[in-house]
T-cell receptor
Framework: GQNIDQPTEMTATEGAIVQINCTYQTSGFNGLFWYQQHAGEAPTFLSY????GLEEKGRFSSFLSRSKGYSYLLLKELQMKDSASYLC???????????FGAGTRLAVHP | DSGVTQTPKHLITATGQRVTLRCSPR?????VYWYQQSLDQGLQFLIQYYNGEERAKGNILERFSAQQFPDLHSELNLSSLELGDSALYFC?????????????FGQGTRLTVV
């Protein structure tokens, strides 16, 4: 079966760095997604990792270790607008279905 | 703006009723995905259509059905509504017949069943 675990909530200070972890169990690995979702709004794509290692995209980076079933999203130079939920997701049943974690709600304080 | 349009934005209806949610994908996208997001369940995949054909099904109830029309817009039909169906319903679209890349989400339809 498929299972994704993320911390429920995190808090951080403006300008700091925060790491949001995600562990997953999946039968057959087809990559891992990170999405950002502000309250009541649509999820927006952040990253898609297929291979091990760190991928950097501006202030956001995503890391994947397939052997450990582990990923993290690293947010640098935090801004107030980064306060949102961060959703980890993996495809299952081939590439067509995405199973999402419950999301990590990040609160950034001044 | 993702380019995916969902209507209506808000819908309030009574138990037992039927509603239709509409989604227009981004120009050029052939795949449409429907998701349900409730407070206690998170984001749940319901169903996917690609170029008019059903391609994948998630935990979609039998009371729910969907279709994709020749112009590629899609409709999600929810019938015999129950209080527990109250949720945000999102539509997403992508070019390919798979979620191995970025999918673009619409702003959602907030359904409240009273």
């Amino acid at each position: 079966g498929q299972n994704i675990d993320q911390p429920t909530e995190m808090t951080a200070t403006e300008g700091a760095i925060v790491q949001i972890n995600c562990t997953y169990q999946t039968s057959g690995f087809n990559g891992l997604f990170w999405y950002q979702q502000h309250a009541g709004e649509a999820p927006t794509f952040l990253s898609y990792n297929v291979l091990d290692g760190l991928e950097e995209k501006g202030r956001f980076s995503s890391f994947l270790s397939r052997s450990k079933g582990y990923s993290y999203l690293l947010l640098k130079e935090l801004q107030m607008k980064d306060s949102a939920s961060y959703l980890c997701a993996v495809p299952y049943g081939g590439y067509n279905k995405l199973i999402f974690g419950a999301g990590t709600r990040l609160a950034v304080h001044p | 703006d993702s380019g995916v349009t969902q209507t209506p934005k808000h819908l309030i209806t009574a138990t037992g009723q039927r509603v239709t949610l509409r989604c227009s994908p981004r120009s050029g996208d052939l795949s449409v995905y429907w998701y349900q997001q409730s407070l206690d369940q998170g984001l749940q995949f319901l169903i996917q259509y690609y170029n008019g054909e059903e391609r994948a099904k998630g935990n979609i109830l039998e009371r729910f059905s969907a279709q994709q029309f020749p112009d590629l817009h899609s409709e999600l039909n929810l019938s015999s509504l129950e209080l527990g169906d109250s949720a945000l319903y999102f539509c997403a679209s992508s070019v390919a017949d798979s979620q191995d890349g970025e999918a673009f989400f619409g702003q959602g339809t907030r359904l409240t069943v009273v």
